[in-house]
């Protein structure tokens, strides 16, 4: 028996997502039920295949053992970073273009205005006897368009006892008349929060922004700034010791994410009150007589995608 080609029951019984095959539709109803399928999940630019996260995308694409058509392709016009594929190699270049020659700024300037998204990063200098401690010596904050909203050394609340100079350029007198730790987190706190208490703050609507960066959760600490994490957007490893820059790295890849095109739904999540029946058990023969095509269409996301940001009405 030829098993190259799949017979009409396999492909009924084919997830249009993932494209795994089941015996029978109801395990299929199952699978859909479970797996939260949606437009919004990292998807290969060629066989047009979902994955769950972009790692699992990266190991489609050029893993120990990818698809040989998409790495053939992806080879050719893929970026190694968002993981798009695009129509030739001049787009790539400008794709790649716009990620190259990060700039470098030093003032501090605290700006009010009403910008969405902010990036954020930290220098650390060391505390305690043997300098391990981290501590904050430099703090940086730019928007979506990598002009600084505020910039300065920080004086830490304890004695600095490893400045660590190669890898953060700081010396002792940078820190003698620097802005107080407790004065820097009220500044930041209050505009990252832009008027909102912070128990109020939502992911979608309001005034509160939208924060990014690298190891948000160390910096904040340091910072002794509290943020609620569905605000967060992170995470990459520059290696690139200059907190401006750190902070345009981390900015462009959010930005690039944000921008992905996927299909606009009115209630995209799951936990949206108007999706929680979708997949009920009560519907199982109605979905038993869907196809693979109209299952997906109903599905929904379980996480919030960036895209949704772009659709923010702030």
Same mark, same amino acid.
């Given at each position: 028996?030829?098993?190259? *080609? ?15 095959? *089941? ?28 994955? !769950? ?20 392709? *992806?080879?050719?016009?893929? @970026?190694?970073?968002?993981?798009? $594929? ?27 205005? !009403? ?7 930290? =220098? ?13 010596? #430099? ?10 909203? /505020? ?14 100079? %190669? ?6 007198? /940078? ?12 500044? $930041?706190?209050?505009?990252? @929060? ?5 128990? =109020? ?34 995470? $990459? ?14 900015? #462009?890849?959010?930005?690039?994410? =944000?921008?992905?095109?996927? $299909? ?14 979708? *997949? ?13 095509? %109209?299952?997906? %269409? ?6 919030? @995608? ?9």
């Amino acid at each position: 028996m030829d098993n190259r *080609f799949e017979s009409s029951e396999t492909l009924r019984n084919k997830c249009a997502a993932c494209y795994r095959q *089941f015996n029978k539709m109801e395990h299929l109803v199952e699978h859909m039920r479970t797996s939260y399928h949606s437009a919004h999940e990292p998807m290969c630019g060629v066989c047009r295949k979902h994955c !769950r996260s972009f790692e699992s995308l990266r190991e489609h694409l050029i893993g120990p053992l990818p698809k040989a058509e998409c790495e053939k392709i *992806f080879k050719d016009q893929g @970026c190694n970073l968002c993981l798009t $594929i695009c129509n030739s190699r001049n787009a790539l270049r400008a794709l790649l273009y716009r990620t190259a020659n990060l700039g470098l700024y030093d003032e501090l300037k605290m700006d009010n205005g !009403r910008t969405r998204a902010v990036a954020l990063a930290c =220098k650390m200098v060391g505390g305690g006897s043997d300098g391990s401690l981290d501590l904050c010596g #430099r703090v940086c904050l730019i928007d979506e368009y990598e002009n600084i909203i /505020f910039h300065t050394y920080v004086k830490p609340p304890l004695p600095v006892t490893n400045y660590r100079y %190669e890898t953060t350029g700081i010396r002792p007198e /940078f820190l003698r008349d620097a802005m107080p730790l407790r004065q820097v987190q009220r500044k $930041i706190q209050d505009f990252l @929060c832009n008027g909102e208490a912070i128990w =109020k703050i939502r992911s979608r609507g309001g005034k509160a922004r939208i924060l990014v960066g690298h190891g948000m959760d160390h910096d904040l600490k340091s910072l002794e700034v509290e943020y609620p994490g569905i605000m967060i957007r992170y995470d $990459i490893q520059t290696g690139i010791q200059d907190p401006y820059e750190d902070c345009v790295a981390t900015m #462009r890849l959010y930005k690039r994410m =944000k921008s992905q095109f996927h $299909i606009s739904e009115d209630y995209p999540l799951a936990t949206d009150p108007q999706n929680r029946n979708s *997949f009920a058990s009560w519907r199982q023969s109605e979905l038993e007589r869907m196809t693979p095509e %109209e299952m997906l %269409e109903i599905s929904r996301s379980d996480y919030y @995608c960036w895209c949704l940001d772009s659709n923010d009405c702030a």
